[in-house]
């Protein structure tokens, strides 16, 4: 199924749409001020205007954006409504599809249906899709993802359908060959969540498979912005040409992952070193603000473009040195927020899968915020509950690292200022049980009743996302006061089914964690694996 090497026979696409653009667009003028927002939908308060200038300001010197108007952003809240509304693109385009994803689900048939549909109406349409070669793989040569995806490449011809898998540097030679297929996704994997059709790109941290379209509750944006669209296009197609070619094959498996020879870097399993230095090479421009493709393609006025959107991107396995955005940003955001003028503020913080980075949880206790929720799973809304193996025992893994939380919120100054909370609809397994995938931030100014600053993407926040897995996210500063409801709504609404944990919670009995959880966590961190 792996070909570490191949001739140059496989034909890449690279529609014109998809290049990497090197059209550098004005420097866009940025007024946080309330005479600035005079087109917004409702009022702007003055005082939130002059307090986000401070995160700005440094924003801007960590990673590329873009000014649009609030309008140009929804907020989607359920996964049917995301998988109505990604069909229906879908359906309508014109010239593009491009989908960055850890999988898609090797029984989707009706999502592939929907793309034969869109490619067999549409003759100048185009497909490129990304995912990651351990995870896309893990089932051959029984059905998976791989096989889903390669008969799109036979009806179609690889001129308008690319299929690319990403493999990470970090797992090759003796290590690849012995550590068995799930347990070695731990060393990294392609996380990115990128869906775009034309002009519209969809940033979410679902992935494309039944459960995320009906019972797997995540976020989803919905940006309509030719630019921002167009630089995440940039950026899988970078992905892409430092990631293998998946090719039909008459193998048992159905297909063949080859490494072209036009690639940007030599294989990943040929040459780690050379692979990263290549990768460094390639990436480190695209993902500063001084050199990234900047376009300028939206047609909003200027003087009605009252929101920002940052593209961060964190690609520390591919970075030597570690130039990623993600990680210095939301740092920024949260260490802007201990300054005395924001003791009014207040901060909303989720992750299905809870063990923020130890830097991050420091970062939220050290705010000056007050009301703050930190949203999880609950273990019955853990995609892990009753797992087989040690996977199973992940759900207590969690909730031990949110009670070691709580007691770090009991023993800071957020002590009755800030809340732990469960998601819980139901239970996994059961008629009308569903799990928990949604991650973010969301910040209200003082004075404020929604959030100006909201973060959306691929990232958990984890000590593996800031040093294993690639990670796309946007980054929301907005005026707009219609946005900003928006965001509160979105906010709010994961809220409802999730209650408060207390120390008390966690000191039941049915509550407690065994020892076979702490030596299972012991073990992820041993072998080299992170939650």
């Given at each position: ?125 185009k ?18 993802c791989?096989?889903?995806l ?32 799930r ?44 630019d ?7 950026l ?29 870097a ?5 040459n ?12 480190s ?35 030597k ?5 993600e990680l210095?940003?939301v ?27 130890p ?21 019955f ?7 087989s193996g ?48 949604a ?34 996210n ?15 709504e ?6 409802d089914n ?17 020892l ?5 966590m ?10």
């Open positions: 199924m792996l070909a570490r090497s191949t001739s140059r026979c496989c034909t890449k696409l690279r529609a014109p749409s998809s290049r990497l653009s090197l059209r550098v667009a004005r420097p866009q003028c940025r007024q946080f001020s309330a005479s600035g927002a005079s087109h917004s939908t409702g009022p702007t308060n003055p005082s939130s205007a002059g307090l986000l200038a401070p995160f700005t300001n440094e924003l801007d010197k960590i990673a590329p954006s873009f000014r649009i108007n609030g309008s140009q952003v929804r907020v989607l809240q359920t996964p049917t409504e995301f998988y109505e509304t990604l069909k229906d693109k879908i359906r309508k385009a014109e010239k593009r599809i491009f989908l960055s994803t850890l999988y898609i689900g090797k029984s989707e048939k009706e999502l592939i249906a929907t793309l034969q549909e869109a490619l067999r109406a549409k003759p100048d349409l497909l490129s899709i990304l995912t990651d070669a351990l995870r896309g793989t893990r089932e051959a040569p029984n059905p998976s791989a096989s889903l390669a008969p799109l490449i036979s009806e179609f011809g690889p001129d308008r359908v690319e299929i690319r898998m990403y493999h990470t540097p970090n797992l090759t030679g003796l290590r690849k060959k012995h550590i068995p297929k347990i070695n996704e731990g060393w990294g994997l392609q996380h990115m969540k990128l869906y775009g059709i034309d002009d519209e790109i969809i940033l979410s941290g679902a992935n494309l498979s039944s459960d995320y379209f009906s019972d797997r509750q995540d976020r989803y944006h919905v940006y309509s912005s030719r921002i669209t167009e630089y995440f296009s940039n899988q197609t970078a992905v892409s040409s430092l990631s293998f070619l998946v090719k039909p094959s008459s193998d048992p498996s159905g297909f063949e992952l080859v490494w072209p020879e036009d690639n940007s030599t294989s990943p399993l040929e780690p070193k050379k692979f990263v230095a290549e990768s460094t090479a390639l990436l421009g695209l993902i500063s603000p001084k050199t990234a493709p900047r376009t300028a393609l939206d047609g909003t006025p200027a003087e009605k473009r009252d929101t920002t959107v940052y593209m961060l991107a964190q690609f520390s396995q591919l970075l040195p570690d130039t990623s955005t210095p940003a740092s920024h955001v949260l260490r802007t927020l201990a300054a005395p003028e924001y003791a009014n503020s207040s901060w909303t913080f989720t992750a299905g899968y809870f063990n923020p980075a830097s991050l949880t420091k970062l939220l206790l050290g705010t000056a915020s007050t009301n703050n929720v930190v949203i999880t799973a609950s273990p809304a853990n995609g892990f509950y009753q797992s040690v996977s199973g025992l992940l759900p207590d893994a969690y909730t031990l690292l949110a009670r070691r939380f709580v007691r770090a919120v009991h023993e800071s100054k957020h002590r009755g200022t800030t809340v732990l909370k469960e998601w819980r609809k139901g239970t996994v397994g059961e008629p009308g049980g569903w799990t928990y995938h991650k973010g931030l969301w910040v209200t100014m003082p004075k404020n009743e929604n959030p100006s600053i909201s973060l959306i993407g691929s990232s958990n926040y984890t000590k593996r996302s800031y040093s294993l897995d690639l990670e796309a946007a980054l929301i500063v907005t005026e707009n006061e219609d946005l900003k409801k928006r965001l509160g979105e906010q709010r609404l994961l809220q999730a209650a408060v944990v207390t120390r008390e919670d966690f000191a039941k009995t049915e509550r407690r964690v065994g076979k959880v702490r030596i299972a012991m073990i992820v961190q041993l072998v080299g694996g992170a939650l």
